[in-house]
């Protein structure tokens, strides 16, 4: 599996983003998928994660409200729709593929996500 992320940016406190995660290659229907971040000298983080099969969701809890997952399965693709940023959402964001407990199996490329007050 392959996995290309796009769609990050710089922009001001309360604006939205939506970032985008286009997968190639056999994505099984167990296979959860989602958003990671690491923000700078931090470690990363799992952000949010949809079963792809069930559609069932995860967020972390302090994007809870504000981003929402979501996954087109006919186009293999996976969004991240990030709405009132915060200077704390600034990060590298990276798409995953089969996330389960214990690790990723498939890492995207990152894209920057700044968030300016």
């Known amino acids: 599996v392959q996995l290309q992320a796009s769609g990050g940016g710089l922009v001001q406190v309360g604006d939205s983003l939506r970032l985008s995660c286009a997968a190639s290659?056999?994505?099984?229907?167990?296979?959860?998928m989602g958003w990671f971040r690491q923000p700078p000298g931090k470690e990363r983080e799992l952000v949010a994660r949809?079963?792809?099969?069930?559609?069932?969701?995860y967020y972390v809890d302090s994007v809870k409200g504000r981003f929402t997952i979501s996954s087109d399965n006919a186009k293999n693709m996976v969004y991240l729709q990030m709405n009132s940023l915060k200077p704390e959402d600034t990060a590298v964001y990276y798409c995953?593929?089969?996330?389960?407990?214990?690790?990723?199996?498939?890492w995207g490329n990152g894209t920057q996500v700044t968030v300016s007050s």
């Open positions: 995953a593929a089969g996330i389960t407990k214990y690790g990723v199996s498939y």
């Open positions: 290659g056999r994505i099984f229907s167990s296979y959860g």
């Open positions: 949809i079963d792809w099969g069930s559609g069932s969701s």
